[in-house]
T-cell receptor
Framework: NAGVTQTPKFQVLKTGQSMTLQCAQD?????MSWYRQDPGMGLRLIHY???????DQGEVPNGYNVSRSTTEDFPLRLLSAAPSQTSVYFC???????????????FGSGTRLTVV | KNQVEQSPQSLIILEGKNCTLQCNYTVSPFSNLRWYKQDTGRGPVSLTI?????NTKSNGRYTATLDADTKQSSLHITASQLSDSASYIC????????????FGRGTSLIVHP
């Protein structure tokens, strides 16, 4: 199994450009999410999805869009890149919550994005 | 507001030594606590997950403890190796409908030969 695959690994954008970060998982996980990680800060949730066709906002959703048309894929779109979006982006997935307990997350290897 | 505080922020130890990392949280009602290891340039990898009823869980040389009464957890690393150099992240989830876990900022561990 590949686990969680993120592409690209590195990207440089100019301010105002748009792009899509790809995330795919092959573990049949229902729950998928996007995080950004900035120096000195913990991982912050951007958007998440509890199943195909269902998405919701996390802590820092502004400037980002998501969709979940299939169980496997959860792309993150930057609408108009800004230097403040320079960060490392991680996609994570897990099985659906069972009762009150979540399973552990499987993270991708990350996309390092620089906006100039 | 749910918070997870980790200490120390960074730690340097010699290979072969033991160390303990701390995690204090205010997440309520508590569901589970996880410790992740994140190597430089990689995504976090799960080490342990503990629910309310568990107070100790081991994964090789890593042992996590949980005191749900004081809302504290620790991660003890025994006989450290150079490969233990990484960031260790404490993550706490609450019960209920929220799918948003609370992440600590991590402890950066450097193991010197």
């Amino acid at each position: 199994n590949a686990g969680v695959t993120q592409t690209p690994k590195f990207q440089v954008l100019k301010t105002g450009q748009s792009m899509t970060l790809q995330c795919a998982q092959d573990m049949n996980h229902e729950y998928m999410s996007w995080y950004r990680q900035d120096p000195g800060m913990g991982l912050r949730l951007i958007h998440y999805s509890v199943g195909a066709g269902i998405t919701d906002q996390g802590e820092v959703p502004n400037g980002y869009n998501v969709s979940r048309s299939t169980t496997e894929d959860f792309p993150l779109r930057l609408l108009s890149a800004a230097p403040s979006q320079t960060s490392v982006y991680f996609c994570a997935s897990s099985y659906k919550k069972t009762g009150q307990t979540s399973y552990g997350y499987t993270f991708g290897s990350g996309t390092r994005l620089t906006v100039v | 507001k749910n918070q997870v505080e980790q200490s120390p922020q960074s730690l340097i130890i010699l290979e072969g030594k033991n160390c303990t990392l701390q995690c204090n949280y205010t997440v309520s009602p508590f569901s589970n606590l996880r410790w992740y290891k994140q190597d430089t340039g990689r995504g976090p990898v799960s080490l342990t997950i503990m629910t309310f009823s568990e107070n100790t869980k081991s994964n090789g040389r890593y042992t996590a403890t949980l005191d749900a009464d004081t809302k504290q957890s620790s991660l003890h690393i025994t006989a450290s190796q150079l490969s233990d150099s990484a960031s260790y992240i404490c993550v706490v989830s609450a019960k209920g409908g929220s799918y948003i876990p609370t992440f600590g900022r991590g402890t950066s561990l450097i193991v010197h030969p």
